[in-house]
């Protein structure tokens, strides 16, 4: 997500604090330490921390970090120094497979059976945060991806939010027949939208065998969304993907008429003042394929962790179970104006709230986003891959090999 507040802490520094033994007896803490890689969501943090202190006498204070890799370092470097988060954010798939295995993140399985039984986290989320038969963590969030778009300038034009792959592709002529850009695209870490959604839209099943090592990123169906993606870019669709402008401010203003997020960003437009079905809404984006029998939508849940070797377990788990009340997600949710992973929570949001249900209902796919699906050494070269792609169209076959290599090097290891 795009955060907007830097926080400067010294990695280096924590990686020379000198490791301590492990003698201390366990604190017991009234305020717990949260740190995150969304600096920008500082104040609905702090409004968490309010709250939990009110509800079970445990404060919250968040740490926001903007830099994603700066981020994980740090966190990386706590397992080895006495400056350790309490509660911490980090990834599913790959990323939190990683730490737990070695030993890093507490198991949350009571949490989850209780959440489970009291109705307050759904079964269908718990394979996200299973690891050998156990949970980990609790979800932060969950969000349902989609295209955000600027009604304005759809109802300039006439425009409807479409229905058909065909229907999303006449949309963008009308817009770049008057001058204005369809869709909004990045060449830096959110390159693999595109690639995850034309490919899910395409064919779910090989993109859920190229995250398992089952296809190849030079397979010829994968070689085909690539050139689908090409023929995008060519068509003169996308913004100049160097364009550093906030993608808030890129649908607010109307330099592109599409976003491709999750729910989530849709706390950048409440944080705009713009209003949802007024200024903006959202619909999901149709398959390219028709003939799939349901319509394949992103999905993502981030977790919410505690170290094993945390100051004050008890109070870290009070804490974790409290998140996933109805009471924390109810907050949590309206504040941001966005979803929640507790099926007991209502959303305002209509477009939001309509997806949420349709998607707990079974009416799509959910397919898990690349970012969480992919293992973290092919992430790497994906990454840098689509972002060479973006600028560099024509390199599209180059840089499905070179994202091969990776992954030949990584699954040879891990089969």
Known sequence: MFRSRVVTLGVAALVLTACGGNGAQPQKKTELTLYNDKGAWTKYFDEMGALSKQSIGLGMKPTGYTDSAQYQAFIKASFRTNVKPDLF???????????????????????????????????????????????????????????????KIFGKYGLEAPKTWDDLIKVADTLKKNGVKAFYHTSVLFSFVWFEQLMAGTDPDLYDRLATGKAKYTDPGVVQVMEKWKSLIDAGYFINPGDKTDPGDVLKNGKAAMVSFGTWFNTSMTQRNMKSGEDYDFFVIPNVNPALPKTSMIFESGPLCSLTKAADPAANQKYLKWWTTSEAQGKWASSRGDVSANPKVSIADKALGTVTKDAGGGQYRLVNRYFEATPPPVLTAALDGFSKFVTEPGSYKEVLETIQKAADEYWSAHQ
Do not use: H
């Open 89 to 151: 954010t980090w990834q599913t798939g790959g990323m939190l497979e990683e730490i737990v295995k070695q030993k890093q993140v507490a198991d949350t399985t009571d949490i989850w059976q209780q959440a489970i039984q009291a109705g307050d986290l759904s079964k269908d989320l718990a394979p996200y945060y299973t690891i050998g038969g156990r949970q980990y963590c609790v979800p932060m969030n969950v969000a349902y991806w989609g295209m955000f778009y600027n009604k």
